[in-house]
Each structure stands twice: as structure tokens, then as C-alpha cells.
């Protein structure tokens, strides 16, 4: 099949090139290449590509500027999976659309699954829901993918790095690094879900809402000591709480999603946590 693959210089867009590279034809757009929330733009280029299969990875997902930016934010996160889907179903091409836990508050307390209602609780999560809804409503073939916590060989554009980098950086420059122990999540290798949304899409998952993230929850701070220990940083770290780091912006305290869509059908290939972040320290710092 051939695939398009948006953003494919982002954190999760060169996993995903590496991933259906190895079996597929794969076109990369960039943001130079294709705006999105422009459908002109949209209809123009994947027109000439004419691709089987588009992954959309674009977003606005800088948290606290889409606080300051809601309409920038709405383009890119609402508008832009709506031009996809309306074109996907015009063209005719399977479309697959990367979403966010923050679709969720966190008052449930134990894992979310795809049919739970969602109540976002800051501009972000927001205009991620209207753009769910956009491209379940208005694309025929269409998947929204919802993942947490994502960390990838390429660091996000959108934020500077990933909560790996983040930890390196803060134990060479500070006396001691606090790490919260109240928000509980589960982060997620970007090459493992490359590797599950390929596995799902050759084996005919039906379309709709997903769940891809890896096995079990973790604070940041858990989280964190994994990656201390591992690295062997000498810098002490100690857990705080959100409630000593006062933050314009809302986030939910629990975001820990089942990825049940993907079991029902046979289809869940997410290792645990623990090993997936492992594994990657090993490769990207260790091997
Ligand atoms: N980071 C996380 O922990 C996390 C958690 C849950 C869900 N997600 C979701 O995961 C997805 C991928 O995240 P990521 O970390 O891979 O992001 P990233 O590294 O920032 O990559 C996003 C890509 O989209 C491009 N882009 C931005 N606006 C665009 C537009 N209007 N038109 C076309 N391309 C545009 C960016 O290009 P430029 O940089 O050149 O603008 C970049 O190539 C996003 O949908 C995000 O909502 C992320």
C-alpha cells in the first residue's frame, strides 16, 4: 500500500516512516509540504499523491500555548482532521489520526476505555475532542488513535524534546530534580505504536476509536526513577506534588487508558511500560 505520512519529521512521523518504510511505499510530508488546516492545501497534495493509507500526526500540542492560542489550536486540531476526512471519503483513502488521553479528566480513577464519555479539561484536549469527532462524523475509513506520554528517537518539535531529554537536562544543571507523583499515566514509545497502528492496519481493524498505549500506569515520578536508575544519574530525585507547581493550565490527574478496541479484536501488541522504556535507554544512550 502506499502511505502518506503527516508530520513526518515529528517524534511520532519518523517512527512511523521508519515502521511501514521497511514494507510499504511511504510519501513524507512536512509542514513545509502541506498545511493542514488549508484544505485547498490538503485536497491539492494528497490529490497528487493519491495514497491508500494517510497518517496524520500534525497537531497543536504545545499545552500551555494552546491556552494562549485557542484558535490557533482549533485550526490545526479541529479544522485539520475535518479537511482530512471530508477529503479522505472523496478520494477514498484510509485515514488514521493520532489523538491525546487529555480527553479525559481523570475523575474515573481506573483505566479509560474507548466508549467512556470524554470531559477535556484544558483548550488542547478540547480541540483534540472536536477533532475526533470531526473525522469519526465525516470520513468513511477513518481511526482516531488516542496515546499518552510519548518519547521517540526524534525529539517533538512542538515541545523541544520528550520527558526523557527533560530528565537528562534537569540532572546535569540542578542540585536536585522533583518529579510529581500525582499524576498517574502510561507512557508510550513512539516505535511501538508505529509498530501496532501497521499491524492493525494489514490485518483489517475495523474503524473507529483506539486505544494505543503501552501495558500498566506510572507517575512521572516512577517514571523518572526508571530512567535515573537506568542512566545511572547521580542527581538526587524527589517527588513533589502538582499542587507545589502551580500551572496555568488544567490537566488531568489520571489519564491511564485500556487499549480494549485493540484486544477485542486480537490486535493489542503494546509491551509493558517498564520494558519498553528500558529497551530505548539501552538503544538510544547505551548500546
Ligand atoms: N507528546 C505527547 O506526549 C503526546 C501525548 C498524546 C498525544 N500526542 C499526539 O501525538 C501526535 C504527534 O506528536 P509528536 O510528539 O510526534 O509531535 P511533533 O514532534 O511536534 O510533530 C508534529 C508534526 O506535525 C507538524 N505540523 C504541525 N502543524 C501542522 C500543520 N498545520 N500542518 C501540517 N503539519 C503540521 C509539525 O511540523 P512543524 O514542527 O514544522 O510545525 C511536526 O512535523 C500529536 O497528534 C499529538 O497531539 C502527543
Not at 28 to 49: C, F, K, P, W, Y
Not at 103 to 125: A, C, H, Q, W
Not at 185 to 205: R, S
Amino acid at each position: 500500500m502506499k502511505v502518506a505520512v503527516i508530520g513526518s519529521n515529528g517524534q511520532l512521523g519518523a517512527d512511523l516512516v521508519e515502521v511501514f518504510a521497511a514494507r510499504h511505499e511511504v510519501v513524507q510530508l512536512t509542514h513545509h509540504d502541506m498545511d493542514v488546516a488549508r484544505a485547498e492545501s490538503v485536497r491539492e497534495v494528497l490529490g497528487r499523491i493519491r495514497p491508500d493509507v494517510v497518517l496524520n500526526t500534525a497537531a497543536a500540542h504545545h499545552v500551555p500555548k494552546c491556552e494562549e492560542d485557542p484558535i490557533h489550536a482549533y485550526l490545526v486540531n479541529g479544522i485539520g482532521p475535518l479537511n482530512l476526512a471530508r477529503i479522505s471519503s472523496q478520494q477514498g483513502f484510509r485515514l488514521v489520526h493520532y489523538s491525546t488521553d487529555y480527553m479525559f479528566d481523570g475523575s474515573k480513577r481506573k483505566p479509560y476505555i474507548e466508549t467512556d464519555s470524554v470531559k477535556p479539561l484544558n483548550v488542547y484536549g478540547a480541540t483534540k475532542s472536536i477533532g475526533e469527532t470531526y473525522l469519526l462524523n465525516y470520513s468513511e475509513y477513518g481511526y482516531v488513535i488516542r496515546i499518552s506520554g510519548i518519547y521517540g528517537k526524534v525529539p517533538c518539535r512542538a515541545k523541544g524534546g520528550n520527558f526523557v531529554t527533560t530528565m537528562i537536562k534537569l540532572a546535569a544543571e540542578k542540585p536536585e530534580v522533583k518529579v510529581v507523583t500525582d499524576e498517574i499515566l502510561t507512557p508510550t514509545g513512539t516505535i511501538e505504536i508505529a509498530k501496532n497502528t501497521l499491524f492493525m492496519l494489514e490485518n483489517d481493524a475495523s474503524p473507529g476509536i483506539y486505544h494505543m498505549t503501552a501495558q500498566g500506569e506510572s507517575s512521572w515520578f516512577e517514571f523518572a526513577s526508571v530512567i535515573f536508575s537506568v542512566l545511572n544519574l547521580k542527581t538526587p530525585l524527589l517527588g513533589t506534588t502538582v499542587a507545589t507547581m502551580p500551572s496555568p493550565v488544567k490537566r488531568p490527574f489520571y489519564s491511564v487508558l485500556e487499549n480494549k478496541n485493540l484486544k477485542n479484536q486480537g490486535l493489542d501488541r503494546m509491551p509493558h511500560w517498564r520494558d519498553s522504556i528500558e529497551n530505548y535507554l539501552w538503544e538510544k544512550y547505551l548500546g
